[in-house]
């Protein structure tokens, strides 16, 4: 039989069908084509280009993780993003940040205009209490939710009918009228106010939830404040003004309201929350601060300063007649914390100075005056009720703070805080009348961010961390909307100290009586004695704990790597280093209240830096 060659040695396809060698050229062609497709290739993959699920149009859209908002850059400080899906139980869900809080988009606040000319007044007197009650006049809106914008001469003069103003002969109180209007007709559609009218009401008083809106439709005044108070578009503005230079009686006329026809207003009815003093209602309801200007005019307004100051106070005081309540759970091991918002609380109940210290605001005959015989209630309850009469003023602390009390020591460790079966203490306390004992933490995390952030509760509460320095006098007057004269707390070292009778002082006086050797706590059967010691022993706790939960700052090298694991602290390692991994602990242990107490400090962070644009800009 013949023999076959081996398999090896069989030609190949490319042995028995040889192709001829490309030429040079054409290698370089192929050369150059196959490098344009890889850097093709390259380009797309460099790119990014959506899966299947982002082209889905009925699936959820995936979006990129959103920027810091906050201005800041320090390590450390809170950190916002402003998104509508903000009622989320934790932040990093839309964040991709644990660190980074998902705040409501900031509630638009509708401009609210005045007019001053201080060439007006010559007296530096009278330019300074001028001054004081357009200080007054600001706060009070901007604590209602308003942009307060003080106009002047330069504004009228850049309104295009300002030369025809100027041509025309009129009496010099039209005159000063017609500035006011030709400075708002600059401006655009808004809300023109005298400034000695002011918001003296709830929050959510219907006239001033609508003007809130920023709509409006056609020029309006409010029965029984003449042209104090008036709110149009800019259209209607334009016509007002250009009706009253047209008019046959503008030499003799002394104001712009007789100027204008019936047709030119639409009348709503009297408002309730708001005040407009003016000659007539000084003359009537106040003779002493009436009797006053006409002798003194400086005098008269510092008087009349005092006066409104006083009302508004006492339309706080009407208002949330239930009283003020202090949250304080976890006590008495924590009870230091709260001893700023109690400070506040008993500042807040101390009747303002007056010269008629009986009086009413106008828009209020029938209130109920301040006395210091029987002051507004003070209460200490352990959970947060959600009630219109009763302001709460709630202290949340770090997950590392509130162990290090609880546990009496500085040298926290990581194993008793895994061995702790009770999760998220602070916010299971502060949330169990409202929802109950049988919630998780994260469960209660939502109806808390709506008591902290929403606009229905956003009024009657407030929020503190106690980590931070206590807000300052100006930032609570501003949040108030009144001078809060018995307040002088800068941080929560200047409210401790080793005597009980400094301490006692911003105890509210009540839980007090008999109990001059102890701070005694009393609420719904609750007692409790703290001594000095154990005041100076907290006092130690909360201040160590302050400088670790907000260290100046860390390096990674130091910081090192934790595990998880429940050990103690390593040999070798530094105390701050070793401090840093256990609030790491403390931070995962109880994700909710950690949550809470980021959610609380951005909010009070955002809310600071929006007046400061304000103020800047």
Same mark, same amino acid.
């Given at each position: ?6 398999r090896a040695y069989r030609p190949g396809h490319y042995s028995a069908y ?218 209607? @503005? ?6 009253? $230079?047209?008019?046959?009686?503008? !030499?003799? /006329? %002394? #104001? =712009? ?16 929350? @708001? ?6 209602? $000084?003359?009537?309801?106040?003779? !002493?601060? /009436? %009797? #006053? =200007? ?30 003020? !309540?202090?949250? %304080? ?265 950690m949550e809470a107490w980021r959610f609380t400090r951005a909010w009070n ?13």
């Amino acid at each position: 039989m013949p023999r076959y060659p081996s398999r090896a040695y069989r030609p190949g396809h490319y042995s028995a069908y040889p192709r001829e060698r490309p030429s040079p050229r054409r290698l370089w062609r192929y050369t150059a084509a196959a490098g344009c497709l890889i850097l093709i290739l390259l380009f797309i993959r460099s790119s990014p280009v959506p899966n299947a699920h982002d082209i889905n149009p009925f699936g959820q859209t995936v979006h990129r993780p959103p920027t810091t908002t906050s201005n800041n850059t320090h390590a450390g400080e809170p950190r916002w993003y402003n998104h509508w899906k903000w009622l989320q139980p934790f932040s990093d869900a839309i964040t991709d940040d644990e660190n980074r809080s998902v705040l409501p988009p900031p509630r638009e606040r509708p401009p609210i205009y005045t007019f001053y000319d201080p060439d007006a007044g010559k007296d530096q007197e009278v330019r300074a209490a001028q001054d004081e009650l357009l200080l007054i006049w600001k706060r009070a809106w901007w604590a209602h939710g308003f942009k307060p914008v003080v106009l002047g001469k330069a504004e009228a003069m850049k309104n295009p009918l300002y030369e025809r103003f100027q041509v025309r002969k009129m009496e010099n109180t039209l005159g000063a009228d017609m500035m006011r209007w030709l400075a708002w007709g600059y401006m655009g559609q808004g809300i023109l106010s005298n400034w000695l009218v002011l918001p003296m009401g709830p929050y959510h008083d219907h006239l001033l939830s609508f003007l809130r809106r920023g709509e409006y439709p056609r020029l309006t005044r409010y029965e029984g404040l003449g042209f104090g108070l008036l709110s149009s578009d800019k259209a209607s @503005i334009e016509a007002a003004l250009k009706e009253a $230079l047209d008019s046959p009686n503008l !030499a003799t /006329s %002394t #104001s =712009l309201r007789g100027l204008l026809s019936s047709e030119t207003f639409a009348v709503d009815p009297k408002p309730s929350a @708001i005040a407009f003093y003016d000659s007539t209602t $000084l003359a009537n309801q106040y003779k !002493a601060v /009436s %009797t #006053s =200007l006409a002798d003194s005019k400086a005098t008269g307004l510092f008087l009349l300063a005092d006066l409104i100051l006083s009302h508004l106070h006492l339309t706080f005081l009407n208002t949330y007649s239930s009283g003020i !309540a202090i949250l %304080t759970p976890d006590r008495p091991h924590s009870f230091l914390l709260y001893y700023p918002a109690i400070a506040l609380a008993n500042a807040l109940t101390t009747c303002s100075s007056s010269t008629i210290p009986t009086s009413c605001p106008p828009n209020n005959p029938s209130c109920t005056p301040c006395s210091s015989s029987k002051p507004l209630p003070i209460s200490t309850p352990q959970s947060y009720q959600n009630t219109s009469t009763l302001f709460t003023i709630g202290t949340i602390p770090h997950p590392y703070t509130l162990a290090s009390l609880l546990s009496k020591t500085t040298l926290l460790s990581i194993s008793p805080i895994r061995r702790n079966p009770a999760r998220d203490p602070w916010l299971v306390s502060t949330t169990s009348k409202p929802l109950g004992p049988t919630l998780g933490g994260p469960d209660r995390l939502i109806p808390f961010k709506e008591s902290v952030a929403s606009e229905s509760a956003a009024s009657k509460s407030l929020w503190l961390v106690a980590e931070e320095s206590a807000w300052s006098k100006e930032e609570l007057e501003w949040f108030f909307g009144f001078a809060l004269p018995a307040y002088n707390v800068s941080s929560l070292e200047d409210t401790v100290d080793s005597k009980t009778s400094m301490i006692a002082e911003m105890l509210p006086k009540p839980a007090l009586s008999g109990h001059p050797s102890s701070i005694l706590v009393e609420d719904d059967g609750f007692k409790s004695s703290l001594s000095d010691r154990e005041i100076e022993h907290q006092r130690t706790i909360f201040t160590h704990s302050k400088s670790v939960v907000n260290p100046d700052s860390i390096s990674e090298s130091r910081l090192g790597k934790w595990t998880g694991t429940g050990r103690r602290r390593r040999k070798g390692d530094d105390d701050e280093a070793s401090e840093q991994r256990v609030k790491m602990a403390a931070e995962a242990w109880h994700l909710a209240d950690m949550e809470a107490w980021r959610f609380t400090r951005a909010w009070n962070a955002r809310g600071r830096d929006e007046r400061r644009e304000w103020e800047g800009g």
